[in-house]
C-alpha cells in the first residue's frame, strides 16, 4: 500500500511560479509510476505529468515547457514545478502512484491562480 500526501498549493498571480510536493510512505524507486492530475470544478480530472522510475517525464500539452515534475529519491517526494502559470491552470492538484497495478492518490491540494 502506497499513501501519498502533497502539499505547497496556494494562491498564485497569473505569470507566477509554485511548486507543489507529493511525500510517498514507500520508496519511490519502487513504485512503477508517479505523476500528477488535476481536476477543476465542475470538469473531469485530467493527466497533467508522470515520472517513471528511470527518471523519464512525460507532460500533457497544455503544460509542457512550463511544468516540470522531478524526484528525490532519499526524501520519497515526487515535486510538480510550476512557471508560467495561467487563469486555467487553476484546480485541486492530485498525486498519483501506480504500484502492482493499483492505483493510489492523494487527498489534492489547490492551485489557484488569479490576479
Avoid at 505569470?15 to 510536493?21: E, F, M, Y
Avoid at 517513471?52 to 500539452?61: S, V
Avoid at 512557471?83 to 493510489?104: F, I, M, Q, R, W
Wanted: net charge positive; with cysteine; charged share 15%.
Amino acid at each position: 500500500q502506497v499513501q501519498l500526501v502533497e502539499s505547497g498549493g496556494g494562491l498564485v498571480q497569473p505569470g507566477g511560479s509554485l511548486r507543489v510536493s507529493c511525500a510517498a510512505s514507500a520508496t519511490i524507486f519502487r513504485i512503477n509510476s508517479m505523476g500528477w492530475y488535476r481536476q477543476a470544478p465542475g470538469k473531469q480530472r485530467e493527466w497533467v505529468a508522470d515520472i517513471n522510475r528511470g527518471g523519464n517525464t512525460n507532460y500533457a500539452d497544455s503544460v509542457k515547457a512550463r511544468f516540470t515534475i522531478s524526484r528525490d529519491n532519499a526524501k520519497n517526494t515526487v515535486y510538480l514545478q510550476m512557471n508560467s502559470l495561467k487563469p486555467e491552470d487553476t484546480a485541486v492538484y492530485y498525486c498519483h502512484a501506480l504500484y502492482l497495478g493499483g492505483d493510489y492518490w492523494g487527498q489534492g491540494t489547490q492551485v489557484t491562480v488569479s490576479s
